[in-house]
């Protein structure tokens, strides 16, 4: 009986070692997972999206006209975007993409879907300079920002005077930002590679000069 007592009790001890030693398992296992959240954060904050102007052809002749698409990629969750950007008035001029509202507008930003909306839309077609900002409102409850690519707007430009006309953006930082959620829930501005482009217009003529052979 007293054997068979120590054995028992020599049984209960090694479950309880066992168990406490599951628990420590589970207990490390917790504390890496906790951890690694911050690191995740990390990744997401270094995140580094690219805004480009696109040209749908980046030559022209007098007289035609060309679409620019100022697109976005590998954003994580934009509530913003505002950008300045420069152009040569002797060689290009917007056309005027709202006719109804005064002045001259750009095509809106297609990112943000019904949850857009549109703060600033200003061509300055004598000094050459278009300015554009929008951001995403939640639409109802729980709603989360957009994440992804897209287009922060469309720019039609008319050929009006032959050379390249640069189109950069301006004063990257203040002029121009984009403003994300991050991880946390606040918003701030994150660092973007910012990528302009040009438009060359000729215009477009060739000059064919007679042959003139002698002794025919």
């Known amino acids: 009986m007293h054997s068979l007592s120590g054995r028992a009790a020599r049984g209960t001890g090694v479950r309880r ?3 406490l030693l599951a628990m420590m398992l589970l207990a490390l296992l917790a504390s890496a997972r906790v951890r690694a959240l911050p690191l995740a954060s990390s990744a997401i904050r270094a995140a ?13 002749v007098l007289g ?24 040569d008035p002797n060689v290009l001029q917007v056309v005027d993409a709202d006719l109804v509202t005064p002045g001259v507008q750009i095509d ?35 709603a989360k920002p957009v994440s992804g690519s897209g287009s922060l707007g469309s720019i039609e430009f008319r050929a009006v005077g ?24 606040t918003p701030a501005p994150i660092t973007c590679d910012w990528e302009p482009t040009s438009l060359t217009v000729s215009s ?13």
């Not at 035609?64 to 152009?87: C, M, P």
């Open 204 to 216: 477009g003529y060739s000059m064919f000069l007679p042959l003139v052979c002698k002794g025919w």
């Open 64 to 87: 035609q006209s060309t679409d620019v698409n100022v697109g976005i990629e590998d954003v994580y969750k934009i509530l913003s975007a505002q950008y300045t950007i420069t152009f």
């Open 48 to 60: 580094r999206p690219t805004v480009s102007l696109q040209p749908a052809t980046p030559s022209l």
């Open 162 to 185: 032959e050379g390249t006309s640069a189109l950069p953006f301006a004063d990257i930082g203040t002029e121009s930002i984009i403003i994300v959620e991050w991880p946390d829930g």
């Open 108 to 142: 809106e930003a297609t990112i943000f879907g019904s949850s857009g909306h549109t703060q600033v839309n200003a061509v300055n077609n004598i000094s050459g300079t278009i300015q554009y900002t929008a951001l995403w409102i939640a639409s109802s409850p729980g």
């Open 17 to 19: 070692a066992v168990w």
